[in-house]
């Protein structure tokens, strides 16, 4: 068995506050170690990552071993926060989880085309959201080996790191 790793940062992208409670009671109940960010739209996840405005400095916004991200937010939604995430060197190797209440298939279909690594539909209750964190936080956390570094050169440069055979 793996030893536990250390506390990674996990980063919400979700402008319903009513939502952001939700989750952030639920990841609380779920009893993870591991520090929960809030943004409340793409432009203001973008600055996180980026490392502008008031997240200039890297200790307010240290990088996200997942992001967890809403489609539907004002300035900038997800899917165009995704697609710009997904298109930069220095960001696409963040995991993002679309974490939406849209069940169109559309979004679906474009969210994955774009590069999101999961698509979940938002629970409606707050046990089952209870329940879809502690099995991200298992399945992310635990389980998957993430890129550990503040840099986005670490991951090439970690001995650390996993890759599978014929793998490059």
Wanted: proline fraction near 6%; include cysteine; glycine fraction near 6%.
């Amino acid at each position: 068995m793996k030893a536990r790793k250390k506390s990674l940062t996990i980063l919400v992208a979700d402008d319903d506050e009513i939502d952001r409670g939700f989750i952030m009671r639920a990841w609380a109940k779920s009893r993870a170690a591991n520090d929960l960010r809030f943004v409340e739209d793409g432009v203001e996840l973008l600055e996180y990552l980026r490392h502008i405005g008031q997240y200039s400095a890297p200790s307010s916004s240290p990088r996200p071993a997942v992001i967890l991200l809403d489609l539907n937010m004002p300035r900038k939604d997800g899917r165009e926060a995704l697609q710009e995430i997904k298109a930069d060197p220095e960001l696409r190797q963040i995991p993002i989880i679309v974490l939406t209440s849209s069940q169109a298939e559309e979004d679906f279909c474009r969210s994955y085309d774009l590069g999101a690594n999961s698509y979940i539909i938002k629970p409606v209750t707050f046990e089952a959201l209870v329940d879809v964190l502690q099995v991200l936080g298992r399945y992310w956390i635990e389980i998957v080996d993430l890129h550990p570094g503040e840099d986005s050169g670490a991951l090439e440069s970690n001995p650390a790191v996993r890759r599978m055979p014929g793998n490059v």
